[in-house]
């Protein structure tokens, strides 16, 4: 599976919208963009994926660019439960699902 | 979206014992995974549990140390067997169901400290 580039950290505040950013240059045609989110002592939430147009849902929008090399997470209203760990994964969908491969993803703060 | 149970939440051990972690999903699901969070790391993968055979495990874990069980399509455990401080992790269970074959969902997480 391709490797994902994130910011470490970043900041927002409250009611702003947060746009995570994410670098997968070595994307593959078959692979999809994955965005997973872990608030603090909890299992990984899913929020939202994609192949190549924009997706939307209750919970955030993904733009995912021509080229497939970038995608951005927003969260449109961030608000103080949106602070978590976001992580960006591209992975093949197997038969049945397949296997996640974690980075070290970005650190969002959403301060008042 | 399947909901995933873990027991227990969290546990002390004394090092050289063994624990077993259970993970109850609410409906059949073909694929299950164990993860490791070790402390202020991100996740990593364990092992594919699978259904009827032998589960597949990733580079730098092996079946003695984390043997794993998958007796039907709800249900699996992990063990860690003759555990060190380095054990202490949080470890996580994930499951891909049937009716959403391309998203997987994770379980809250078993809280691992050894002593």
């Known amino acids: 599976d391709a490797k994902t580039t994130q910011p470490p950290s970043m900041d927002c505040a409250e009611g702003r919208a947060a746009n995570l950013p994410c670098n997968h240059s070595t994307i593959s045609g078959n692979e999809y963009v994955y965005w997973y989110r872990q608030i603090h002592s909890q299992g990984p939430q899913y929020i939202i994926h994609g192949l190549k147009n924009n997706e939307t849902n209750e919970m955030a929008s993904l733009i995912i660019t021509e080229d497939r090399k970038s995608s951005t997470l927003i969260l449109p209203h961030a608000t103080l439960r949106d602070t978590a760990v976001y992580y960006c994964i591209v992975r093949v969908i197997y038969n049945q699902g397949g296997k996640l491969i974690f980075g070290q993803g970005t650190e969002l703060s959403v301060k008042p | 979206s399947a909901v995933i149970s873990q027991k227990p939440s969290r546990d002390i051990c004394q090092r050289g014992t063994s624990l077993t972690i259970q993970c109850q999903v609410d409906?059949?699901?073909?694929?299950m995974f164990w993860y490791r969070q070790q402390p202020g790391q991100s996740l990593t993968l364990i092992a594919t549990?699978?259904?009827?055979?032998?589960?597949?495990?990733e580079s730098g874990f092996v079946i003695d140390k984390f043997p794993i069980s998958r007796p039907n399509l709800t249900f699996s455990t992990l063990t860690v067997s003759n555990m060190s401080p380095e054990d202490s992790s949080i470890y996580l269970c994930?499951?891909?169901?049937?009716?959403?074959?391309?998203?997987?969902?994770f379980g809250p997480g078993t809280r691992l400290t050894v002593l």
């Open positions: 409906s059949q699901v073909t694929m």
């Open positions: 994930s499951a891909t169901p049937g009716q959403r074959t391309d998203t997987q969902y």
């Open positions: 549990a699978n259904q009827g055979s032998e589960a597949t495990y």
